[in-house]
């Protein structure tokens, strides 16, 4: 194995998984054996969560009954309530959902009679509850009720958030977002839930973990800062010139970091590009299309770098409606399912996963007595 003096771990071998694959081109990638190009067409989200935990799509009996579990799984413990009416209203809201899983964990521990996939059903249905109830709370002192009965995850999360039932193009364009986003091999919050999960911590343990890593603005955080980069312009023109002007001050532009698809634009990039311009077209957004992709033309032309998963999911959620507060917890909510999956695997394996450390410290040497320092 070869070491970088660099640091980090890319492509280094972390493990086995048959949860998903990835290639150059959209048809490549995969969960579970399935097109994701073919899911993002044909599937609801439920059915992709449903993929990804139990390891086939489900029939349409077994759909109806997972629909109805996930509907019957939002509402929230009182205590938990408490907890979240304390936590502060300036609160970064990746530490609300952080917190709301431990807490979660400490109120309904896995047991025998709570399994592994029933928690992993809890956890996916009521961190939406969570995030909107602390925000309801504090923004406008109101406890909102969690529970109803829209029966897709994408439009009970868009009517809470409105306060009106959701368009059925909205569930369809946040359905795609939360599918392409789902799973990620094993992105750095993945690998942070197999290592808590391979030392046989709580599932909620390894779900707090992988929240936790995805919070940080390399990770998650990014898409937050796209999202007020794309609302911040009235125009393509001028997005160009205050995206040259970042570029000639030598400053980051959000959501062009690649670290797999350099030479091309990410194949789930491509995809949730495609559904944000129909869903712009659609809905008369197609002024907030252009921006979107004069700052991508820019990119390319004068930096030579494409648009990550990221710069689309943020202009995807900005068409939905949905603050830049809540934009990296869609993360969560869409990854929850493949967090559930890489968790459940990595219990299988029963193996600790530890990678050690190449040291570069100094050679070893005689202790000082104190007097002498």
Same mark, same amino acid.
């Given at each position: 194995?070869?070491?970088?003096? #660099?640091?980090?771990?890319?492509?280094?071998?972390?493990? %086995?998984?048959?949860?998903?694959?990835?290639?150059?081109?959209?048809?490549?990638?995969?969960?579970?054996?399935?097109?994701?190009?073919?899911?993002? &067409?044909?599937?609801?989200?439920? =059915?992709?969560?449903?993929?990804? /935990?139990?390891? =086939?799509?489900?029939?349409?009996?077994?759909?109806?009954?997972?629909?109805?579990? @996930?509907?019957?799984?939002?509402?929230?413990?009182?205590?938990?309530?408490?907890?979240?009416?304390?936590?502060?209203?300036?609160?970064?809201?990746?530490?609300?959902?952080?917190?709301?899983?431990?807490?979660?964990?400490?109120?309904?521990?896995?047991?025998?009679?709570?399994?592994?996939?029933?928690?992993?059903?809890?956890?996916?249905?009521? $961190?939406?509850?969570?995030?909107?109830?602390?925000?309801?709370?504090?923004?406008?002192?109101?406890?909102?009720?969690?529970?109803?009965? %829209?029966?897709?995850?994408? #439009?009970?999360?868009?009517?809470?958030?409105?306060?009106?039932?959701? +368009? =059925?193009?909205?569930?369809?364009?946040?359905?795609?977002?939360?599918?392409?986003?789902? !799973?990620? +091999?094993?992105?750095?919050?993945?690998?942070?839930?197999? %290592?808590?999960?391979?030392?046989?911590? #709580?599932?909620?343990?390894?779900?707090?973990?992988?929240?936790?890593?995805?919070?940080?603005?390399?990770?998650?955080?990014?898409?937050?800062?796209?999202?007020?980069? @794309?609302?911040?312009?009235?125009?393509?023109?001028?997005?160009? &010139?205050? /995206?040259? *002007?970042?570029?000639?001050?030598? !400053?980051?532009?959000?959501?062009?970091?690649?670290?797999?698809?350099?030479?091309?634009?990410?194949?789930?990039? @491509?995809?949730?590009?495609?559904?944000? &311009?129909?869903?712009?077209? !659609?809905?008369?957004?197609? $002024?907030?299309?252009?921006?979107?992709?004069? /700052?991508?033309?820019?990119?390319?032309? !004068?930096?030579?770098?494409?648009?990550?998963?990221?710069?689309?999911?943020?202009?995807?959620?900005?068409?939905?409606?949905?603050?830049?507060?809540?934009?990296?917890?869609?993360?969560?909510?869409? &990854? /929850?399912?493949?967090?559930?999956?890489?968790?459940? =695997?990595?219990?299988?394996?029963?193996?600790?996963?530890?990678?050690?450390? %190449?040291?570069?410290?100094?050679?070893?040497?005689?202790?000082? *007595?104190?007097?002498?320092?």
């Amino acid at each position: 194995m070869s070491y970088s003096r #660099g640091g980090g771990a890319a492509g280094l071998i972390a493990g %086995v998984t048959a949860i998903s694959t990835a290639g150059k081109n959209v048809k490549e990638f995969n969960y579970r054996g399935f097109s994701v190009h073919e899911l993002v &067409q044909y599937a609801s989200f439920e =059915e992709v969560a449903y993929l990804l /935990i139990y390891g =086939e799509l489900p029939s349409g009996r077994a759909l109806k009954a997972y629909r109805a579990r @996930l509907v019957a799984m939002r509402g929230l413990p009182v205590k938990l309530k408490n907890i979240l009416e304390q936590l502060p209203g300036s609160a970064n809201s990746m530490d609300v959902l952080r917190t709301g899983c431990s807490a979660l964990g400490a109120m309904e521990p896995e047991t025998d009679e709570r399994d592994q996939y029933q928690v992993a059903d809890r956890i996916l249905s009521s $961190l939406p509850s969570m995030l909107l109830y602390w925000g309801f709370f504090h923004s406008s002192n109101r406890r909102i009720e969690t529970e109803n009965n %829209v029966e897709s995850f994408s #439009g009970h999360f868009l009517t809470l958030l409105h306060g009106k039932p959701a +368009k =059925e193009s909205a569930c369809r364009m946040l359905d795609a977002l939360l599918i392409l986003n789902a !799973e990620d +091999k094993i992105s750095y919050s993945t690998f942070s839930a197999r %290592v808590t999960a391979s030392t046989v911590a #709580g599932f909620h343990a390894a779900i707090t973990s992988a929240i936790g890593t995805l919070s940080g603005q390399l990770q998650g955080g990014a898409s937050e800062e796209v999202m007020k980069l @794309l609302s911040g312009f009235s125009s393509p023109d001028e997005a160009e &010139q205050e /995206i040259l *002007q970042l570029l000639a001050r030598k !400053e980051l532009v959000m959501g062009f970091v690649q670290r797999i698809h350099k030479d091309q634009p990410g194949p789930r990039s @491509l995809l949730l590009k495609e559904c944000s &311009q129909r869903y712009a077209e !659609e809905t008369g957004n197609y $002024l907030a299309y252009r921006i979107a992709e004069r /700052i991508e033309e820019v990119m390319l032309r !004068e930096r030579k770098l494409y648009p990550n998963l990221a710069f689309y999911t943020a202009f995807a959620s900005h068409l939905c409606g949905i603050p830049p507060s809540m934009v990296t917890p869609l993360f969560v909510f869409a &990854q /929850i399912s493949g967090w559930s999956a890489h968790i459940i =695997e990595q219990r299988v394996v029963r193996r600790l996963l530890r990678p050690s450390p %190449v040291y570069i410290g100094l050679a070893p040497r005689p202790y000082v *007595q104190l007097e002498e320092r």
